[in-house]
């Protein structure tokens, strides 16, 4: 596994808009780049950053800016502008020797998992998934926002399970944590705790579904390289009914996704079509017998969420509905 070098203070991170644009939300996102500059970092953004389209621009353009960006010696590490729903369609575009040429970390989550799809798996090029370039739009952020900056940075910080989660569903710029966290672990012998260690990989669960087959993922070759490792998957889902949910994640399941998986991490659902957690566990349930697998995890859409890099090891450990995640790079 190939791990880039961390960004230092005074060198550039480069911002690009692979899927949306911002342009909608100016104020929210500028107030980001004033909390990621506090880190002493300066900010290099791709033309489509700032359009108010979804797409921000045609797919050869995005992919163009893509290039461009992560050709440049003068940017140290790269970060998703925003996600959406079109960042698929420019996966032809992107210079994979590029890429393998002159590894950096690129940072996104949700839409960009397309991208770190194909790094992470197809180039052996570790990817940081947990926030984009507009997240930290907050005058104060939180500790959740300071640990994706933190990691970022090359701090590979303990993070840990919260009390609290934010359940509204309007992305407001405000985190109000008023609903409590309930990590819940099902394994096959009935424990109540959990102690593994494996390679993560994972990201946005409408994503992975999409790229699944496609010549931009190589899923099966990255397991069999690091099989000796097991593996730590989690899941960010964004809209999903329990149903389809589980379609999706069965199919995963049956095409050989989770050979060697030590545990499966699901985060809480941003918009549920109306299911409720028991209808999600209960198909989980009938899918995974033999696979230990935690719902409700601070991970993905809703806040706060923990900031994972593929390609790491990952040491997870449970008791009593609280965790702490460790990453190592090696």
């Keep these: 596994m190939i791990y880039p070098s961390f960004p230092k203070s005074g060198e550039t991170i ?10 909608h939300k100016i104020e929210s996102f500028d107030l980001s ?36 960006i992560w050709s440049d010696e003068n940017i140290s590490a790269i ?20 890429i393998k040429s002159n590894p950096k970390w690129f940072a996104g989550y949700s839409d960009p998992t397309n991208i770190q799809m194909l790094i992470t798996t197809k180039l052996d090029i570790a990817t940081i998934y947990g926030f984009n370039a507009g997240g930290f739009d907050s005058q104060n952020i939180h500790e959740f926002q300071n640990n994706a900056l933190e990691i970022f940075k090359g701090n590979l910080v303990s993070q840990h399970s919260y009390e609290y989660y934010d ?10 944590m008023d609903t409590p966290v309930k990590w819940e672990l099902f394994s096959p012998d009935n424990n109540t705790s959990l102690d593994v260690t494996g390679r993560l990989i994972g ?45 999706k994640i069965l199919k995963m399941k049956t095409v050989g996704l989770f050979k060697n998986a030590k545990v499966l991490i699901f985060g809480r659902v941003m918009f549920t079509g109306g299911s409720t957690d028991e209808e999600y566990i209960e198909l989980l349930q009938r899918a995974f017998p033999d696979v230990p697998f935690i719902w409700g995890a601070d991970i993905g859409h809703t806040k706060p969420s923990m900031t994972l890099i593929n390609g790491a090891i990952g040491h997870l450990k449970m008791k009593n509905d609280k965790a702490i995640l460790d990453m190592e790079l090696r």
């Design 14 to 23: 480069g911002i690009c808009a692979p899927s949306g644009g911002v342009g």
């Design 33 to 68: 780049l004033s909390q990621i500059k506090k880190c002493e970092f300066k900010i290099k953004e791709t033309p489509s950053v700032r359009n108010n389209a979804s797409p921000s621009a045609q797919a050869m353009i995005r992919g163009s800016e893509f290039n461009s």
């Design 79 to 98: 970060m998703s502008a925003t996600g959406g729903d079109f960042n698929f369609e420019m996966l032809p575009y992107i210079d994979i020797e590029s």
């Design 167 to 176: 359940s509204s569903k309007d992305f407001s710029d405000e985190v109000n």
């Design 203 to 247: 990201g946005c669960t409408e994503i992975i579904d999409l790229i699944l087959g496609t010549p931009y993922e190589d899923f099966h070759g990255f397991i069999d390289r690091y099989q000796d490792d097991g593996f730590i998957w989690f899941f960010d889902t964004y809209n999903a009914d329990a149903v389809s949910f589980y379609l």
